[in-house]
């Protein structure tokens, strides 16, 4: 069994921080691409960043130079740095990975976490 669990959601004001963190646990052999989706109320979920196995980053507009995504390999974990936080960015934010478990044959599958709440107030 394969989970992903993310933390660090929270409230802030305007202009303030807040950094997420997603671990898998469970029979993992390798996480391939990480990334963090976000959905506000009324709205569909939409990708904020991801990032490959080698590092490699993708964000969407509305996060580049404010968010910064990265992983730990070795933990199985991704993180979304979080600055210059607007109102806007109000949501629940999703972690997705795609993983190879050696109980579903070794081949990679997509998860999603439970969600985290990002309340930023004006």
């Known amino acids: 069994q394969v989970q992903l669990v993310e933390s660090g959601g929270g409230s802030v004001q305007a202009g303030g921080s807040l950094r997420l963190s997603c671990a898998a646990s469970g029979s993992i052999f390798r996480v391939n691409d990480m990334a963090w989706h976000r959905q506000a109320p009324g709205k569909q979920r939409e990708l904020v960043a991801s990032i490959t196995y080698g590092g490699s980053t993708n964000y969407a507009d509305s996060a580049k130079g404010r968010f910064t995504i990265s992983r730990d390999n070795a933990k199985n974990a991704a993180y979304l740095q979080m600055n210059s936080l607007q109102p806007e960015d109000t949501a629940v934010y999703y972690c997705?990975?795609?993983?190879?478990?050696?109980?579903?044959?070794?081949?990679?599958?997509?998860?999603w976490g439970q969600g985290t709440q990002v309340t930023v107030s004006s």
């Open positions: 997705n990975a795609d993983i190879v478990t050696p109980s579903r044959g070794f081949l990679a599958y997509n998860y």
